[in-house]
């Protein structure tokens, strides 16, 4: 529950319930968004948590059973790139805090100031992750809890002081842009925050004793990534009510005046450092899953300086928000038809039994093969019907079927996960069955 709370109480969370008043949403309904969409996207992660207890595997190399030894490569290719692409969106947050408190001493906001914080918040980062699982959990544990007692009198601030809420913000978009707008919002930061976690679940929960009940587990982990996400995007859409920014130095200024901003301002630096620990691990994990021949120590390296410079592009894109926007969409467009098959495998067709030292063996021994094609063709197939949904804010993630049959509306994680779990059933007589997986295995 520490990981993943101390994780999300981060002003990038700030920016998620922003996302919808900024996009010309209104304030209630944003809200509405954040709540219900959590609800289901935090429940899908949790299950996903459930998986690396019961196995003590990371992520994607349990993602073998479903797409062979090999055929897992592309999930954690995917998975190594788009770590690199949070860590640039995370890294944006506590250098923007950071300028925001250097401004109070009169120090200018320039690029060379802001170059020089990215590298000092990377290598904080990066230094963490190489230590790995128990460094990342010692630091969340011992500093969550005052990052919480800071963000409580932030909320209470923000949601007591008159003028720095407007509760009365409603939408100014037409009927049909309207609900599109609904719908892209519930898929990149409702139901879509909690499949973003996803392919990061396992590789925390594995570490979980086997003696602690699966149920456990999953609320735990469902507590500690929905609260602290609703709670900071219920916050964030309140105070943009007002400021029409998602940029958290001047969302803290709204808030608090002088020198009281300043501590707000260091503590809130916590949050980003603690997701982006969690990014530079799991990337690591994600990357000799797919077969990389380097030390975790040199891969953790290539990360952050990889993540270095995402975190540039970011910082001097024109429109944070619009940027942001597009990142969520295009990564559950693969995530969700991933996710998809992953349940449908684990769950359904095998039943939570997965042979642990087959997922090790090499592709051409393996009882889950080289390539499981019945994987491959449901995840492409699950990414083609997502897209076919999908509007993003940009023509390349603008699905014809969304745009021309239902006014613009954004179904793309329903449909991902939905059409390639049940590609993936349905082709289910092509693939070994779990019995003769365990025959195979006492086989040899």
């Keep these: 529950m520490w990981i993943w709370a101390g994780a999300n109480i981060a002003p990038v969370n700030w920016a998620l319930g922003a996302l919808g008043i900024i996009l010309k949403l209104g304030l209630m309904e944003t809200i509405a968004v954040i709540v219900l969409g959590n609800i289901v996207g935090c429940a899908i992660f949790a299950t996903f948590t459930v998986m690396g207890h019961k196995t003590g595997v990371n992520q994607m190399v349990l993602s073998r059973s479903a797409f062979g030894v090999r055929g897992a490569y592309l999930p954690s290719i ?122 990061w679940a396992s590789d925390y929960s594995r570490f979980v004793p086997r003696s602690v009940p699966s149920k456990s587990v999953f609320w735990y982990s469902y507590v500690g990534m929905f609260v602290p996400t609703v709670w900071l995007g219920i916050l964030g859409a309140t105070i943009a009510s007002t400021t029409l920014d998602t940029d958290p130095a001047k969302m803290v200024s709204a808030v608090f005046g ?83 098959v992953v349940l449908a495998d684990y769950f359904i067709k095998r039943k939570g039994e997965i042979d642990v030292a087959e997922l090790y063996r090499s592709p051409e021994t393996s009882a889950y093969g080289d390539i499981n094609w019945a994987g491959m063709i449901a995840f492409f197939t699950g990414l083609v019907a997502g897209w076919l949904v999908e509007d993003g804010l940009v023509g390349a993630l603008q699905g014809p079927i969304s745009t021309n049959l239902l006014g613009g509306a954004d179904l793309s994680w329903l449909f991902g996960i939905g059409v390639a779990g049940l590609v993936y059933l349905g082709l289910g007589k092509l693939v070994t069955s779990p019995s003769s997986i365990v025959a195979s295995s006492a086989g040899r």
């Design 78 to 199: 995917l998975m190594f790139l788009m770590t690199l692409g949070w860590i640039g969106v995370n890294t944006y947050f506590p250098v923007k805090v950071s300028m925001g408190i250097l401004g109070q001493f009169g120090v200018p906001d320039t690029w060379l100031i802001e170059i020089i914080v990215i590298t000092l918040v990377m290598a904080v980062q990066v230094l963490i992750g190489i230590y790995g699982f128990y460094a990342i959990r010692t630091f969340e544990k011992y500093t969550v809890p005052p990052t919480i007692a800071i963000m409580v009198l932030m909320s209470v601030l923000a949601w007591t002081r008159p003028g720095v809420v407007n509760w009365s913000l409603t939408t100014s978009l037409p009927p049909g842009a309207h609900l599109a707008m609904l719908t892209l919002l519930m898929t990149a930061i409702g139901v879509g925050w909690g499949i973003s976690w996803v392919t």
């Design 258 to 340: 002088g020198p009281v901003s300043i501590l707000v301002l260091l503590m809130v630096l916590h949050g980003p450092i603690a997701t982006n620990i969690l990014n530079v691990y799991s990337a690591t994990l994600a990357a000799l899953s797919a077969g990389l021949k380097l030390s975790r120590f040199w891969l953790t390296v290539i990360t952050g300086v990889a993540g270095y410079l995402v975190t540039l592009y970011f910082i001097f894109a024109p429109s944070f928000a619009k940027a942001f926007d597009n990142w969520m969409i295009s990564l559950l467009l693969w995530m969700s038809p991933w996710a998809g």
